[in-house]
């Protein structure tokens, strides 16, 4: 009998929980895979266990706490202990990356992190290991389940978003508490640590600009679809000539995209580079036994031997004013004149319109249009110069758009 691998659980929640079956259930596999069989040691809640105790006892510590303290603290112990560490933890990631995997490689341990980023999807893997050395341009997706079904939803029946977002929560796709997944505080963590590993440049989570789905009407919905596009919380990290930039915004999608038919509660993640053109993977972005299954990977990873060091290959500036193609929807009085004047203030900025649907309400009409890529501050003040006339019956309304129509 080989010498089992001895494994420091730190959390029994949905994850941890999830993770203590499947450890059970999959230990003959795991020692057939790498020759040692996995066996949880101890267990840390926080009525159960002590974690000195816990880390003395263990080989390897596996944390599915949640939230920067006091995981940051047990994960740092362990490493210095010289215990590799598998976390889900984004949170952690997004704002302490730098410090835990220098602190990884200071004691010559490895750091693994697949499931907190798209739960079980293998974008972490994909990205350092399978791509490791390739000049990734691009990283973008749908990296959050709650909001991708609730505006899945929201096109499909055409109710309002609070109606959707309560059923969301019956279902289980979204907590009490949404905050962190309709803001896009969740899936801007993720972007954090997915630019971090494809661009070799320290990235933290205030760099990342992001825009949530609370505001997005039924309307927009229903007019989007007449244009053939599809609503998604994308995130994206791209490299831009100036620097990189790292954003998650709403933003609608031709129907021929690969990203356009995910709906749903699912993830889907692209990574473009020229070598590559580009790779596209989708799956199930949460859930107890399917984020246990990315952590046991780890695992496994992990006893089969090296892992990336995670070092920084440049200091890449986060730029924020980049180009982008929008919607914009308008309200605006029936008058002879009115599109012109919009078309003016557009034309003056240097914005061309790809597509323009006309609609009368009454004495007024809607006037929804889709414009080609332009600089983001030229567009904002084009926005607000609009707002100004007089004719406008509503503030106007703006969603980003990816243009490349894919066929
Ligand atoms: N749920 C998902 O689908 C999902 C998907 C991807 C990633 N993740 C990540 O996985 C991690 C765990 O998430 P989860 O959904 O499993 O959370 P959860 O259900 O709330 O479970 C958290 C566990 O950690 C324990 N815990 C929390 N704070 C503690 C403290 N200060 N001291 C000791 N124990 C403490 C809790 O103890 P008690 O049992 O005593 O409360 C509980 O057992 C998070 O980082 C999350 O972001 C989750």
């Not at 994308?234 to 000539?241: F, I, N, Q, S």
């Not at 926005?383 to 309304?397: F, G, N, Q, T, Y």
């Not at 990816?402 to 066929?407: A, D, L, M, R, S």
Request: proline share 5%; aromatic share 4%.
């Amino acid at each position: 009998m080989s010498e089992p691998v001895r494994i420091g659980l730190l959390g029994h929640g949905t994850v941890g929980g999830a993770f203590a079956a499947l450890i059970s259930e999959r230990a003959e596999a795991v020692e057939a895979a790498t020759g040692r069989r996995p066996e949880v040691v101890g267990t840390l809640t926080r009525s159960e266990g002590d974690f000195s105790d816990i880390l003395e006892r263990s080989d390897l510590v596996v944390e599915l706490l949640g939230g920067t303290d006091p995981a940051r603290g047990y994960v740092l112990d362990a490493l210095r202990a010289g215990r590799p560490v598998v976390t889900a933890n984004k949170q952690l990631l997004a704002q302490h990356g730098e410090e835990l995997f220098g602190e990884a490689r200071a004691a010559g341990v490895q750091l693994r992190f697949e499931a907190a980023v798209a739960g079980a999807i293998p974008i972490i893997r994909v990205i350092q290991e399978s791509l490791g050395v390739t000049e990734i341009s691009k990283v973008f997706g749908i990296v959050n389940g709650t909001t991708n079904f609730i505006l899945s939803e929201m096109a499909a029946t055409g109710a309002p978003y609070e109606e959707v977002l309560a059923r969301a929560q019956d279902l289980g796709y979204a907590e009490a508490d949404p905050t962190d997944d309709v803001t896009g505080a969740d899936a801007a963590a993720k972007m954090a640590i997915l630019a971090r590993l494809a661009f070799h440049t320290p990235v933290t989570l205030e760099q990342v600009a992001f825009e949530g789905i609370e505001q997005v009407t039924p309307d927009d919905l229903a007019y989007a679809k007449e244009l053939d596009l599809s609503l998604k919380l994308l995130g994206v990290a791209e490299r831009r000539e100036e620097g990189i930039s790292v954003r998650v915004f709403p933003c609608f999608l031709y129907g021929g995209h690969p990203l356009a038919p995910v709906g749903g509660p699912f993830n889907a993640v692209m990574v473009e580079a020229p070598a590559i053109t580009e790779v596209t993977m989708s799956g199930p972005g949460a859930g107890g036994p399917e984020t246990a299954s990315a952590v046991l990977g780890d695992v496994v990873s992990i006893l089969a031997g090296e892992a990336p060091v995670h070092e920084t290959r440049a200091e890449l500036p986060v730029v924020s004013d980049v180009t982008s193609s929008f919607y914009l929807h308008l309200e605006v009085a029936d008058r002879p004149g009115v599109l012109a004047k919009i078309a003016r203030v557009l034309g003056e900025n240097e914005i061309s319109v790809k597509s323009v649907v006309q609609r009368g309400i009454g004495e007024d009409a809607r006037l929804v249009m889709v414009v080609h890529e332009c600089l983001e501050s030229r567009f904002a003040s084009s926005v607000e110069e609009i707002a100004r006339l007089e004719e406008l019956r509503s503030a106007p309304r703006s969603i980003r758009v990816i243009e490349e129509e894919f066929v």
